[in-house]
């Protein structure tokens, strides 16, 4: 997901996920999972989100939406 505001519109919660790509420090991410099911939205390689486990995902829930803040090279900051 390179683009400031990304849409998903398929999803099969099994399988699907959604990779950021590192930008600049201070830069956002809108996702919009606008699927029935579950996204699962992974940090770059080798970074983290909220702090949390590297390389793991968060979930977005169907029909929800979150920014992700870019706070490091790899590393973003999520609000949902």
């Known amino acids: 997901l390179a683009s400031a505001l990304n849409v998903v519109t398929t999803c099969t919660e099994a399988a699907s996920g959604a990779l950021l790509v590192a930008k600049d420090v201070g830069d956002s991410i809108i ?29 977005l829930g169907a029909n929800r939406g979150a920014t992700f803040w870019q706070t490091g090279a790899l590393t973003f900051g999520v609000t949902f």
Not at 47 to 56: D, P, Q, V, Y
């Open 31 to 59: 996702v919009i999972n606008a699927t029935s099911n579950n996204l699962r939205v992974y940090p770059p390689v080798g970074g983290a989100l909220n702090g949390g486990t590297t390389n793991a995902p968060v979930n």
